[in-house]
């Protein structure tokens, strides 16, 4: 059924049909009526509209020091593809500005969501025939969803087992809000105190947010204490800059009276005084992996792997050295 036969049925020009079926003005009540009529009688449906030549990258927040990695990591498979590469900031389950029906609308070639997608997203998308990858995801998700991640437990347990190396027997934790990812970095470092059979009590852990500003109060905290630590190892990159600062106001050097470790690698931290030792998430890679994955879902293939990790690396630099001894 095409919409020259329609309008030939109802004795009018297929503009007029095309009026109609996208609900706009120009046509009288009678026509309208007449054309709805033919349509619901032929049961006829707008065809789909094809998918734009698009890869849609969804962050929350682009403040984030790591965004500039995954977008290249993305860019790189787009310009392979020969595919646009659009970037969105929006908060999915905000009511105030741009949202997944925004995306929707676009109906890019596949969307890569940074940290999470509800379940109510993930149904549109599916519903649309939009496929999707979840990169770096901070929620449980179901088995079926296709996501990219990295090796958290074993970076957090290199970072620790670095420390223990060099004679730390204090290593206190800054960690991160009950995220999977935060969860299986501290779950890291418990595995190796146990396995070096410290006792926890002597290795405290602070949870707070992932920001230099919560990192620098855990760590003032932290350092005050009449046991202070002679390591910490923080959940991320900002938390690690926000103990930097707070053993500076304390009178502590880096790495002589305490050493630091971080987790992520972003660029900047290899220009902090001291440069910082850090995990190594392998961002841009990361995000080549969930672009790849995201168009191969859209082609139709079949995929050995729905979710993957990519693996950490412990990056070595100057904020760690052996404890000072007393």
Known sequence: MTIAYIAESAGVSV??????????????????????????????????????????????????????????????????????????????????????????????QCVLSVAQLSEAEREQLTAKGIPFVVFDPIDELPDDVPFVGATNWRGGQAA???????????????????????????????????????????????????????????????????????????????QAHGVYQAARELGLRIPHDLSVVGFDDVPAVAWMDPPLTTVHQPLAEMATAATELALALGRGEQVPQRGLEIATTLTLRESTAPPKEE
């Open 15 to 108: 503009p007029t049909v095309s009026k109609v079926l996208n609900g706009r003005s120009g046509v009288s009540d009678e026509t309208r009526a007449r054309v709805e009529e033919l349509i619901h009688r032929y049961g006829y449906r707008k065809p789909p509209k094809s998918r734009s030549n698009l890869v849609e990258l969804v962050f929350r927040e682009l403040e984030s020091m790591w965004a500039v990695e995954i977008i290249r990591g993305v860019e790189r498979v787009a310009r392979r593809n020969r595919i646009g590469v659009l970037v969105s900031e929006f908060g999915l389950h905000d009511s105030t500005g741009m949202t997944i029906d925004d995306t929707v609308g676009r109906r890019p």
């Open 160 to 238: 620790t087992r670095h420390l223990l190396g060099l004679g730390h027997r204090h290593i206190a934790m800054i960690s991160g809000p009950d995220h999977p990812f935060c969860r299986a970095r501290l779950s890291g470092y418990l595995s190796a105190l146990a396995e070096a059979g410290l006792p926890l009590d002597s290795c405290p852990v602070v949870k707070t947010q992932l920001t230099r500003e919560h990192g620098y109060a855990a760590a003032r905290e932290l350092l005050s204490r009449p046991e202070r630590p002679t390591a910490v190892f923080t959940a991320n990159d900002m």
